[in-house]
């Protein structure tokens, strides 16, 4: 059986001998090569981080078990969160693991279908509000400092000490950091988990320059202020107020990076690129990454040299509607072999 999380990075987690290791098969992802992109955009090389394969389909699991890893050792009975759905995911599952209560709080009609599915299934209390993320981080805060309960946002910084594993299992597996990371975007708890993680490492030889990227209608920190009401088709970063704005300011500044935005026919464009020239579904603030990297090569940044990783923060299968919106809808067939047949060579 493979190493889990809390086990594997022991010695960079603040774990002591009474933290119960507990795992649901988390971390431990591909990085996979691109075959087509990487050649159509004229880039070195070119790597997709596919965080949609942990086991809730991103890359909150990391965080998340070294989270509920520690409210368990300190005797919490409930966790809270704000979400715009994976978190809430995560949180409900582990929960459910632990045999923990877990209250969720979700920005009513964006958060994907997926996602609700899963808080729901996982048995989490769901309270839906009239308000975005934002909102309901507030509310959230507010909430734990009157009751026993334990925050897992990535205002909890045990969150942020797991999700770093993920630059640390880039650099063992390309046995080097990247030139650049490509990174989404919202609260900025994963940009400035992934900074730690590239800083922390001594396996490296260098470190990437951090380019993080948030979706045009909801890019506080490009615009330098909040942004009262984010508006975006990638509704996991539809965030206005980022929690770890100053972690992604010194992650891009230490690193001389760069946080830009995309807009959403540029996420789009992405998206599909990604699915039908790769074959990887992300979700589609996930392909806000890929998105960044197109718009830098557009402004005249130079890759044709350089290895770079793009992060793949969530599975396309959180958010079907998504999907299916931009499809055309599918012709009905005759159950009748010469009908399929006639299409079928009409396409060869
Ligand atoms: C797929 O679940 O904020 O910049 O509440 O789900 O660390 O916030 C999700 C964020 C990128 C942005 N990609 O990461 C939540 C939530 C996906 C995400 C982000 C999220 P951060």
């Known amino acids: 059986m493979r190493a889990c999380l809390l086990e594997k990075y022991r010695e960079f987690l603040p774990l002591t001998p009474e933290t119960p290791i507990i795992t649901l098969g988390e971390a431990d992802t591909p990085l996979v090569r691109s075959l087509r992109l990487e050649k159509e955009l004229g880039i070195g090389e070119l790597y997709f981080k596919l965080e949609g394969c942990n086991p809730t389909g991103s890359f909150k699991d990391r965080g998340m078990v070294v989270a509920v890893a520690k409210a368990l050792e300190a005797g919490s009975r409930a966790l809270i969160c704000a979400s715009t759905g994976n978190?809430?995911?995560?949180?409900?599952?582990?929960?459910?693991?632990?045999?923990?209560?877990?209250?969720?709080?979700?920005?009513?009609?964006?958060?994907?279908?997926?996602?609700?599915?899963?808080?729901?299934?996982?048995?989490?209390?769901?309270?839906?509000?009239d308000g975005n993320f934002d909102k309901a981080l507030g509310m959230v805060r507010a909430l734990i400092q009157k009751h026993p309960i334990t925050l897992v946002n990535s205002l909890n910084l045990h969150r942020i000490e797991g999700q770093k594993t993920a630059a640390f299992e880039i650099i063992d597996t390309l046995g080097d950091a990247p030139d650049y990371l490509f990174i989404p975007v919202g609260n900025a708890g994963n940009i400035t988990a992934y900074w730690r993680g590239f800083v922390q490492y001594q396996k490296a030889s260098k470190r990437p320059r951090m380019m993080g990227?948030?979706?045009?209608?909801?890019?506080?920190i490009v615009r330098g202020g909040v942004v009262a009401e984010p508006k975006t088709i990638a509704?996991?970063?539809?965030?206005?107020?980022?929690?770890?704005?100053?972690?992604?300011?010194?992650?891009?500044?230490?690193?001389?990076?760069?946080?830009?935005?995309?807009?959403?026919?540029?996420?789009?464009?992405?998206?599909?690129?990604?699915?039908?020239?790769?074959?990887?579904?992300?979700?589609?603030?996930?392909?806000?990454?890929?998105?960044?990297?197109?718009?830098?090569?557009?402004?005249?940044?130079?890759?044709?040299?350089?290895?770079?990783v793009c992060v793949i923060t969530?599975?396309?299968l959180k958010d079907p509607d998504t999907a299916l919106k931009s499809a055309p809808t599918l012709a009905e067939f005759p159950a009748q072999l010469e009908a399929v047949e006639e299409v079928i060579v009409s396409k060869l």
């Open 87 to 129: 978190t809430s995911a995560s949180a409900a599952a582990y929960g459910a693991h632990c045999g923990l209560k877990v209250f969720v709080i979700v920005p009513g009609g964006y958060i994907a279908l997926g996602k609700l599915s899963q808080a729901i299934t996982f048995g989490a209390e769901v309270l839906s509000i």
């Open 235 to 308: 509704t996991a970063i539809r965030i206005g107020n980022p929690a770890s704005w100053q972690g992604a300011l010194a992650a891009r500044d230490e690193s001389s990076g760069v946080i830009d935005c995309v807009s959403d026919e540029e996420i789009l464009t992405a998206y599909k690129l990604l699915a039908s020239e790769e074959g990887i579904f992300g979700e589609p603030a996930s392909a806000a990454s890929l998105a960044g990297v197109i718009k830098m090569i557009k402004g005249e940044l130079k890759l044709s040299t350089a290895r770079v």
């Open 314 to 316: 969530g599975t396309g």
């Open 213 to 220: 990227f948030q979706a045009e209608g909801a890019a506080p």
